[in-house]
């Protein structure tokens, strides 16, 4: 059962230039790659285990361990699902606070992830997705703001994002009634960075969230490594 919520601890990101929706996108998409691996809810890097298991000629070659690659595919092609239609919304309309829910419930998740973007408008320089990619990544794993945390079971990443009521968008569903659980372990990532004005700033806002979660999966299936078969 969650524990009730604490203040967490706060990763501050700072890009010294400004970055498109397009871009603002593709970090989401990262640090949920990386939230993915580093709490433990798949055994290898995304992009690592997308290489293994989504390439035609692996499909092909190797039929061992069918029921855990028939998993793992499902569960890559519905983070794939997630990651485009998270660009599409932020293509749609301004967005600058997405929560990550990692639990069994939106109300009583283990783990709180809110991912924020600061205004910052002493900037006037375009950066690139190749620099703010590592930028952010750099700065997650030098800082690591849950590293000492207890690592969560498998469970789900549930996605919410907050943005304009009239965006409409066709994947993600309004959740009007929505509020931000207070159970669980809460971590801010603020990222501050130049931006557009919002076109919609002077509109209400309302949570929309993702139809259903990413759930986590661990290899029971692949042998040990010599190195961790001489520690077992």
Request: aromatic share 8%; charged share 20%.
């Given at each position: 059962?969650?524990t009730k919520?604490?203040?967490?601890?706060t990763?501050?990101?700072?890009?010294?230039?400004?970055?498109?929706?397009?871009i603002k996108?593709?970090i989401?998409?990262e640090?949920?790659k990386?939230?993915?691996y580093?709490?433990e809810?798949i055994?290898?890097?995304?992009?690592q285990?997308?290489f293994?298991?989504e390439?035609?000629e692996v499909?092909?070659?190797d039929?061992?361990h069918?029921?855990?690659?028939?998993r793992?595919?499902?569960l890559?092609?519905?983070?794939?699902?997630l990651?485009v239609n998270?660009d599409?919304?932020?293509?749609?309309?301004?967005?600058?606070?997405?929560i990550?829910?990692l639990?069994?419930?939106?109300?009583?998740?283990?783990?709180v992830?809110?991912?924020?973007?600061?205004n910052?408008?002493?900037t006037?320089?375009?950066?690139?997705?190749?620099?703010?990619?590592?930028?952010?990544?750099?700065?997650?794993?030098?800082?690591?703001p849950?590293?000492?945390?207890?690592?969560?079971?498998?469970?789900?990443?549930?996605?919410t994002?907050?943005?304009?009521?009239?965006?409409n968008?066709?994947w993600?569903?309004?959740?009007?009634?929505f509020?931000?659980p207070?159970?669980?372990?809460?971590?801010?990532?603020d990222?501050?960075c130049?931006m557009?004005?919002?076109?919609?700033s002077s509109?209400?806002?309302?949570w929309?969230?993702?139809?259903?979660g990413?759930?986590?999966?661990?290899d029971?299936?692949?042998?040990k490594?010599?190195s961790d078969?001489?520690?077992?």
């Amino acid at each position: 059962m969650a524990t009730k919520g604490d203040t967490g601890s706060t990763c501050n990101i700072s890009l010294n230039g400004f970055v498109t929706q397009t871009i603002k996108s593709r970090i989401v998409t990262e640090i949920l790659k990386y939230l993915l691996y580093h709490r433990e809810q798949i055994p290898l890097p995304f992009d690592q285990l997308y290489f293994q298991y989504e390439r035609p000629e692996v499909q092909s070659n190797d039929n061992k361990h069918t029921l855990f690659k028939k998993r793992m595919t499902q569960l890559l092609k519905e983070s794939q699902d997630l990651f485009v239609n998270i660009d599409s919304l932020f293509q749609d309309t301004d967005v600058s606070h997405i929560i990550v829910l990692l639990g069994s419930t939106v109300i009583s998740p283990k783990e709180v992830y809110h991912i924020r973007f600061l205004n910052n408008e002493q900037t006037a320089q375009t950066l690139s997705v190749k620099h703010c990619v590592r930028s952010v990544a750099r700065s997650l794993i030098t800082s690591s703001p849950l590293g000492d945390s207890p690592l969560p079971p498998l469970t789900n990443m549930v996605i919410t994002a907050h943005a304009p009521r009239s965006c409409n968008p066709t994947w993600f569903k309004p959740k009007a009634n929505f509020k931000v659980p207070k159970m669980g372990r809460h971590c801010n990532i603020d990222i501050s960075c130049g931006m557009m004005h919002s076109r919609v700033s002077s509109e209400e806002h309302i949570w929309m969230q993702t139809p259903s979660g990413i759930k986590g999966l661990k290899d029971t299936v692949s042998p040990k490594a010599a190195s961790d078969l001489w520690c077992s």
